[in-house]
């Protein structure tokens, strides 16, 4: 008997709608040998599900090749289907799900009594649905007891977040729908690669492009920046670290050229003096000699976004490229600035958004996750958001624990005398996604108990004493919020594994065993109509919206209060402070050109420093835990490739295809190089999504944004060398065998 369930895609933000059909429930997925082997070779498994892409307003029935893959991991035979624990020779063994709770319950109580409550951790994800993050975070709090709670989202949308809190007092990444980019004049995009990262993005900026009103920023020439060939537009090719300097001089032509919208700030806005003395000193030759983008481009991009604004609409976009920063919530305020320069938040016709990278990057930071928040994006330090949780949670007040550390500092504190010694990770491969990997594994291996949740042998997972099998996305339930701050729902396809669980049930029977105060159900309705009431009357409001009105197809976007009809366009009659005005915050840059010269250690006759810039491939996503097991994705892309300019690698003796040294104080990555005009002669470009000697993340600092806690990714130094022809042979095998 034929099965079908329409749900949307388990990748990126975007969340394509898609059709998942099945002629019968998967038989369980085999079961894994004994072995910590973090990346087993991937096979080619009977085809789980057929999957067509639906019309929808984000993707319009279009697919990336990821979307098209997705069902291949269903009944992939690396599949985790029991609980394993890790032996004391280092092998993973099944164990029975009973002892596997009293376990990490055990490692609870034994972590708290010696070290204290906050001696227990819990990292969680941006993949996880909206009841899921919910509960995390109520559990986390109520059942372990602890302040220590961050999520994988601190890495990708914390700067941009903070910056649109400070200026508009709300953080939704895009605050209008997507269709809206459709019908722009000119839309200026800073340091997002959607061609790649979102594929079906690409069809909202045809018209801007045909219409030559496409203005990419981005150090490399991207497949984003392709599209501004040909007349479609212009391509910013500024050195890495200097976008923050960029905005500035962008905003200096719109005020000098008197191309504000003088109305729009005085009665929307605060501030506006002291932006105008802060870029006063960046006129477009003086950016032009920090930034290397000629001034005539700024110019140009200024009068292009002022038309567009007058005429048919103008739109600023940022992404992690400028967000990843130690100065990156001041890089998305001065985009903010320049937005409000112009009237374009909270216009019919214009706007400004930040996209955000994961599935549900939006929701996940929404509800409880964060260090600081509780649910509803409430302030954890706000005396009546805590007296409203609580009476929802049915606790006294000051049974929630305070503010916690965010994910980097988090991290740091692993297996310290006064830091976290038992650990939980939800939905994130921190082994391979965070900042100075190495120090990460550390941290790992110095812990008393580590608990993972996965449906795979991540390179997390392989670190644990103890890993729990969760459910895929085609074998749940629950809802997911897309980068328009739009609700969706994800309906189950097929059963799960017979020993696989949700991290529900898995969070309600540990809460039983820990004897923890409150209730938690392991039916998503039930957690959903929870999360209502603890989000009515926050910033992010779902009170009105239920699974029923999403079953009918209503397009739900929050905040969406009882008795509303949602809010599709933000910031309309106002923005979120007392007041209804946007603050404009004056920043200016506040570190050298260059970056830190951390790589000294690693200093070689031949080698040469140069800037390491990070990010996605087309056929991979996050740190590859799911997409390296995908058998076409892996064949197109099987290893990471160094992207350097032919000029530098010329002047260092590296050919196409030969192996490359790179280095700093933190680590070493070794692997091919890529000759590519496409990349600044002084930047090299690692992807983030391979493990081991392939790991860019071993050269990323922890350094982070003072504000918004983000991790230095974009900016790094490093010394490149060619690996000699000895070392060639050997560092080829270990790749081949990686």
């Not at 009977?46 to 990821?66: I, S, W, Y």
């Not at 609980?83 to 596997?100: C, E, F, T, Y």
Request: aromatic letters at 6%; hydrophobic letters at 40%.
């Amino acid at each position: 008997m034929t099965k079908s369930a329409d749900t949307h895609c388990p990748y990126c933000a975007l969340q394509c709608a898609m059709t998942l059909t099945s002629p019968a429930d998967l038989a369980p997925a085999a079961q894994p040998g004994p072995g910590t082997a973090p990346a087993p070779a991937p096979v080619a498994p009977v085809p789980a599900l057929e999957v067509a892409g639906r019309d929808f307003p984000t993707n319009r029935g279009g697919l990336c090749r990821k979307g098209w893959t997705s069902p291949t991991l269903l009944n992939h035979a690396g599949r985790i289907t029991e609980p394993l624990l890790k032996g004391p020779d280092g092998v993973h063994r099944p164990i029975s799900w009973d002892r596997a709770l009293d376990l990490a319950a055990a490692a609870v109580k034994d972590a708290q009594a010696r070290h204290g409550a906050d001696a227990v951790g819990v990292f969680g994800g941006g993949g996880l649905t909206n009841e899921k993050a919910y509960m995390l975070g109520k559990f986390a709090r109520l059942a372990l007891g602890t302040s220590r709670i961050d999520y994988n989202g601190r890495f990708c949308m914390s700067s941009a977040a903070a910056a649109g809190m400070r200026a508009f007092g709300v953080d939704r990444g895009l605050p209008f729908p997507l269709e809206a980019l459709d019908t722009a004049g000119t839309i200026l995009m800073l340091g997002s690669n959607v061609a790649e990262t979102m594929p079906p993005f690409v069809q909202h900026l045809r018209g801007t492009r045909d219409a030559g009103g496409l203005i990419v920023v981005d150090p490399r020439r991207s497949a984003t920046a392709d599209f501004t060939a040909d007349g479609g537009g212009l391509h910013l090719q500024p050195l890495p670290g200097t976008d923050l300097t960029l905005l500035l001089g962008i905003s200096h032509v719109v005020i000098h050229e008197n191309l504000v919208d003088t109305a729009y700030l005085q009665e929307r806005t605060s501030g506006y003096s002291a932006v105008v003395r802060s870029v006063n000193a960046f006129w477009p030759e003086r950016v032009q000699s920090i930034t290397g983008v000629p001034a005539e481009l700024i110019r140009q991009t200024a009068r292009m976004l002022a038309a567009g604004a007058r005429e048919g609409g103008s739109y600023i976009l940022t992404g992690r490229g400028v967000e990843q920063h130690v100065d990156g919530t001041d890089t998305a305020t001065a985009a903010i600035n320049l937005s409000l320069l112009l009237g374009l938040p909270g216009s019919a016709r214009s706007g400004y958004g930040t996209l955000t990278g994961q599935g549900n990057g939006q929701g996940g930071r929404e509800h409880g996750q964060k260090a600081d928040q509780l649910p509803g994006y409430r302030k954890i330090t706000d005396p009546a958001a805590r007296a409203h949780v609580a009476a929802v949670w049915g606790v006294p007040e000051e049974t929630i624990p305070g503010p916690g550390l965010p994910a980097v500092q988090l991290l740091k504190s692993l297996g310290k005398p006064d830091g976290v010694r038992c650990l939980f990770v939800h939905a994130s491969n921190i082994a391979v996604a965070a900042p100075d990997a190495n120090a990460v594994i550390e941290g790992l291996r110095s812990l008393d108990f580590l608990v993972v949740c996965d449906f795979f042998m991540s390179e997390t997972a392989a670190e644990a004493d103890l890993i729990l099998p969760v459910l895929q996305w085609a074998e749940e339930e629950g809802t997911l919020t897309n980068l328009e701050g739009r609700v969706l729902r994800r309906r189950r396809a097929i059963s799960p594994p017979a020993g696989a669980r949700s991290e529900l049930w898995i969070m309600a029977r540990l809460a039983e065993r820990l004897d923890a105060p409150s209730s938690y159900s392991e039916d998503p309705e039930t957690v959903f109509e929870e999360l209502r009431r603890a989000s009515a009357g926050g910033l992010a409001d779902y009170s009105g919206i239920d699974y029923a009105m999403l079953d009918r197809g209503e397009a739900a976007y929050w905040p969406y209060p009882a008795g509303s009809s949602g809010t599709p366009r933000l910031f309309g009659d106002g923005f979120a402070h007392p007041d209804g005005k946007a603050v404009m915050v004056p920043v200016v840059p506040r570190r050298r050109r260059t970056p830190a010269g951390d790589g000294g250690a690693f200093v070689e006759p031949d080698a040469k420093a140069m800037t390491l810039i990070t990010g996605r491939l087309l056929e991979h996503y996050q740190s590859g835990a799911q997409t390296r097991r995908v058998a076409e994705l892996l064949a197109a892309r099987p290893e990471a490739g160094v992207q350097i300019h032919p000029s530098a690698a010329e002047a260092m003796g590296i050919t196409a295809g030969s192996l490359v040294s790179v280095a700093n104080a933190r680590g070493e990555v070794v692997c091919p190089a890529e000759l590519s005009t496409a990349i600044r002669p002084e930047t090299i470009f690692l992807p983030f999504h391979f493990p081991g000697s392939e790991s860019a993340n071993r050269l990323t600092g922890a350094a982070t944004d003072p504000i918004s806690g983000m991790p230095e990714f974009k900016f790094n130094t490093v010394w490149v060398r060619p690996v000699a022809a000895p070392d060639s042979a050997r560092m080829l095998q270990t790749t081949e065998a990686s």
